[in-house]
């Protein structure tokens, strides 16, 4: 059972009792929450925390997701999600690849991807990549 790209960023889930809707699995809007969360611990492991963010009045904001349900997962169901960055243009975007998988069987649950677009956080407005940004960020990009 592999990824599907290689040098995946990894972090471990389990489905909690609050993720389960009506329908009785887990929401959509939980999975695009484990999607933030992958994407913030990854930067962080990158260099890039949020009080970093705020020193350089530089964020990456989310300009478009792609999400792909592809199977639900269930209350205490463990999973794994993966992300990479295949994209950074070294003047304003990049983009991160996810996908979910169930940890015992490898099952994918979700493949998706995030454009991010770089905003100055004191005004919202879009502006370049600092240097430090495309160094960490850049430093991470895995070939599609």
Avoid: K
Wanted: with cysteine; hydrophobic share 35%; glycine share 4%.
């Amino acid at each position: 059972m592999s990824w599907d790209l290689p040098e995946p960023f990894i972090i471990d889930l389990e489905v909690e009792p609050s993720s389960i809707d009506d329908y009785g699995h887990a929401n959509n809007a939980e999975y695009l929450r484990w999607v933030e969360r992958i994407s913030w611990r990854h930067s962080e492991h990158l260099g890039l925390s949020l009080a970093r963010y705020r020193e350089l009045d530089r964020a990456m904001a989310v300009h478009r997701h792609e999400l792909d349900y592809l199977a639900p997962a269930f209350e205490g169901d463990r999973l794994q999600l993966a992300t990479w960055i295949v994209d950074c243009d070294d003047r304003l975007t990049l983009t991160r690849r996810f996908q979910l998988r169930q940890r015992e069987d490898g099952r994918t649950l979700l493949r998706a991807r995030t454009r991010f677009a770089c905003i100055e956080l004191s005004s919202g407005r879009p502006r370049r990549l600092p240097d430090e940004f495309r160094h960490c960020y850049g430093a991470a990009l895995i070939s599609e």
